[in-house]
């Protein structure tokens, strides 16, 4: 992700308040001053040109006396020289076939230019003052009346008028950028101050969401400052809610802490308690069975199902104390555990309890030591061996692989467990780890001959518990055909940085 620039930083990241804010207020002045700009030039250049069309009056009755006193007709209109006309005056007077013009400057009258005169004799005999181009002469404030039978046109220059305009528009440039500069600067420092109080409940809302809430004892003691929780303002509101809320949910994880650490001494509590009943039912059951001879058919296969379920019960409690041990979150016994040798042992148990199945082996060519709890770890690997021949059919071929990535010292134990059964369902997949997680589908509990074998239902629960408590990760994947469980463990250091470590 781009790193922001100046310009974001100084007026916030995209999306946020502070942006919209800025942006929005500083669009607000933009428009005000343009309107008021434009409303500043229209009333003055009204007023400038107002004055220009009073004197353009005056040199009309000027003119129209100077045309009217005797005398010889001349080059120039009579009136172009007349005392008070000011620089730059133009009179024209045309007869309809012949036109006389003249334009005064600092040394007396002159002729305009050819296409000035004919603009000029194009401007309509109506009275009318408007603004038009003479070519060579500028833009010109006109008035053209009727005069004993003649056009007769006056004008007088707008270059003043021009100039005055020009110099207020770039004043109103100048002034509007600096105003919107001084009011971005300001806007931003108000904007800023008003969102502090938000900007800090966000930062307890994050504080809160970075805590382990999951599970375990879980303290919630953050909350907004008593500043931020004013009820009288809007943020303070949201503080005030947010407080409340926090108090729900702290109390709802004390609750939840509570029940959790009940059913755990209950879990605990009862599978100590089941054990010595379970080793009198056994013991008895396979008492009776020694004297099998002597009893009926149907009593010895009864016999046989107390002490099978027998088993099943106490293998049950035995994962549930496990579970309870990892629950507690007590840290497992670490040694340097050779993970090539446990995996050997538990191919070689998983062949003899599932010879209907084809084992296969892939072993790394170097040792693979990570630091585990070495009772822990075995248990890992022959719940997910046990786990892929129960839930596959006879014939079904099971690899086992292990290897490295990364490097000796930083690097990564793989483990992958898998075989070329029916798959997992799509709906099981997401809770193939959680407690008492069965699928009624093809990948149910197979065994030889169709019969369905015992298990508890936990096995792949502990797998995940032993693996986090290890500071490592299982993932499944599951396709039909294809079902591969990958655990992932730090490889164990060099000796003496564990020793480092520990002290």
């Given at each position: 992700?781009?790193s922001?620039?100046?310009?974001?930083?100084?007026?916030?990241?995209?999306?946020?308040?502070?942006?919209?804010?800025?942006?929005?207020?500083?669009?607000?002045?933009?428009?005000?001053?343009?309107?008021?700009?434009s409303?500043?030039?229209?009333?003055?250049?009204?007023?400038?040109?107002?004055?220009?069309?009073?004197?353009?009056?005056?040199?009309?009755?000027?003119?129209?006396?100077?045309?009217?006193?005797?005398?010889?007709?001349?080059?120039?209109?009579?009136?172009?020289?007349l005392?008070?006309?000011?620089?730059?005056?133009?009179?024209?007077?045309?007869?309809?076939?012949?036109?006389?013009?003249?334009?005064?400057?600092?040394?007396?009258?002159?002729?305009?230019?050819?296409?000035?005169?004919?603009?000029?004799?194009?401007?309509?005999?109506?009275?009318?003052?408007?603004?038009?181009?003479?070519?060579?002469?500028g833009?010109?404030?006109?008035?053209?009346?009727?005069?004993?039978?003649?056009?007769?046109?006056?004008?007088?220059?707008?270059?003043g008028?021009?100039?005055i305009?020009?110099?207020?528009?770039?004043?109103?440039?100048?002034?509007?950028?600096?105003?919107?500069l001084?009011?971005?600067?300001?806007?931003?420092?108000?904007?800023?101050?008003?969102?502090?109080?938000?900007n800090?409940?966000?930062?307890?809302a994050?504080?809160?969401?970075?805590?382990?809430?999951?599970?375990?004892?879980?303290?919630?003691?953050?909350?907004?400052?008593?500043?931020?929780?004013?009820?009288?303002?809007?943020?303070?509101?949201?503080?005030?809610?947010?407080?409340r809320?926090?108090?729900?949910?702290?109390g709802?994880?004390?609750?939840?802490?509570?029940?959790?650490?009940?059913?755990?001494?209950?879990v605990?509590?009862a599978?100590?308690?089941?054990?010595?009943?379970?080793?009198?039912?056994?013991?008895?059951?396979?008492?009776?069975?020694?004297?099998?001879?002597?009893?009926?058919?149907?009593?010895?296969f009864?016999?046989?199902?107390?002490?099978?379920?027998?088993?099943?019960?106490?293998r049950?409690?035995?994962?549930?104390?496990?579970?309870?041990?990892?629950?507690?979150?007590?840290?497992?016994?670490?040694?340097?555990?050779?993970?090539?040798?446990?995996?050997?042992?538990?191919?070689?148990?998983?062949?003899?309890?599932?010879?209907?199945?084809?084992?296969?082996?892939?072993?790394?060519?170097?040792?693979?030591?990570?630091?585990?709890d070495?009772?822990?770890?075995?248990?890992?690997?022959?719940?997910?061996?046990?786990?892929?021949?129960?839930?596959?059919?006879?014939?079904?071929?099971?690899?086992?692989?292990?290897?490295?990535?990364?490097?000796?010292?930083?690097?990564?134990a793989?483990?992958?467990?898998?075989?070329?059964?029916?798959?997992?369902?799509?709906?099981?997949?997401?809770?193939?780890?959680?407690?008492?997680?069965?699928?009624?589908?093809?990948?149910?509990?197979?065994?030889?001959?169709?019969?369905?074998?015992?298990?508890?239902g936990?096995?792949?629960?502990?797998?995940?518990?032993?693996?986090?408590?290890?500071?490592?990760?299982?993932?499944?994947?599951?396709?039909?055909?294809?079902?591969?469980?990958?655990?992932?463990?730090?490889?164990?250091?060099?000796?003496?940085?564990?020793?480092?470590?520990?002290?």
């Amino acid at each position: 992700m781009p790193s922001p620039g100046p310009v974001d930083r100084w007026i916030g990241g995209r999306g946020s308040l502070q942006r919209e804010l800025l942006l929005r207020t500083l669009a607000v002045l933009a428009v005000t001053a343009v309107l008021l700009s434009s409303l500043a030039t229209a009333l003055t250049r009204q007023l400038v040109v107002g004055q220009i069309d009073q004197e353009l009056a005056a040199t009309r009755e000027r003119t129209t006396r100077g045309q009217s006193a005797d005398g010889t007709p001349g080059l120039y209109p009579k009136g172009v020289d007349l005392p008070g006309q000011q620089i730059g005056t133009v009179v024209l007077v045309f007869d309809g076939q012949r036109g006389r013009a003249g334009v005064q400057t600092e040394g007396g009258p002159t002729l305009p230019p050819e296409k000035a005169i004919s603009a000029l004799i194009g401007v309509p005999d109506d009275g009318r003052k408007r603004s038009v181009t003479l070519p060579g002469l500028g833009h010109y404030r006109v008035l053209g009346f009727a005069h004993a039978g003649n056009l007769v046109v006056v004008g007088l220059p707008l270059a003043g008028v021009d100039a005055i305009l020009y110099r207020l528009l770039v004043g109103e440039v100048v002034l509007t950028l600096l105003a919107l500069l001084g009011g971005a600067v300001g806007v931003r420092l108000v904007v800023e101050r008003g969102l502090r109080p938000l900007n800090r409940l966000a930062g307890t809302a994050q504080s809160v969401s970075a805590l382990p809430l999951g599970s375990g004892e879980v303290e919630l003691a953050v909350r907004v400052p008593e500043a931020d929780a004013d009820p009288r303002s809007e943020v303070g509101r949201v503080g005030v809610a947010f407080n409340r809320m926090l108090a729900h949910v702290g109390g709802a994880l004390v609750a939840r802490q509570a029940s959790e650490t009940k059913l755990r001494r209950f879990v605990a509590d009862a599978s100590h308690e089941l054990r010595n009943p379970l080793a009198a039912i056994s013991g008895y059951a396979e008492l009776t069975r020694r004297r099998g001879e002597e009893l009926p058919e149907d009593a010895r296969f009864a016999v046989g199902r107390i002490e099978s379920e027998a088993g099943r019960m106490h293998r049950l409690v035995e994962d549930l104390l496990l579970l309870a041990r990892l629950d507690t979150g007590r840290a497992p016994e670490l040694e340097r555990v050779d993970v090539s040798a446990l995996v050997v042992d538990a191919v070689s148990d998983a062949r003899v309890a599932g010879q209907d199945h084809h084992w296969r082996l892939e072993l790394a060519e170097r040792a693979v030591e990570v630091r585990a709890d070495r009772f822990q770890l075995q248990q890992v690997l022959v719940n997910l061996l046990a786990n892929a021949r129960t839930h596959t059919p006879p014939g079904t071929t099971v690899t086992t692989a292990v290897r490295v990535e990364g490097s000796d010292t930083g690097g990564t134990a793989v483990v992958t467990v898998a075989d070329d059964g029916p798959g997992i369902p799509a709906e099981t997949l997401p809770r193939v780890f959680e407690r008492f997680t069965r699928a009624d589908s093809a990948r149910a509990r197979l065994g030889a001959a169709g019969e369905r074998p015992s298990g508890t239902g936990l096995g792949l629960a502990i797998v995940a518990a032993v693996v986090e408590a290890h500071r490592g990760r299982v993932h499944v994947h599951s396709v039909p055909g294809s079902t591969t469980f990958t655990v992932r463990l730090p490889l164990a250091g060099a000796p003496e940085q564990e020793a480092s470590e520990g002290s």
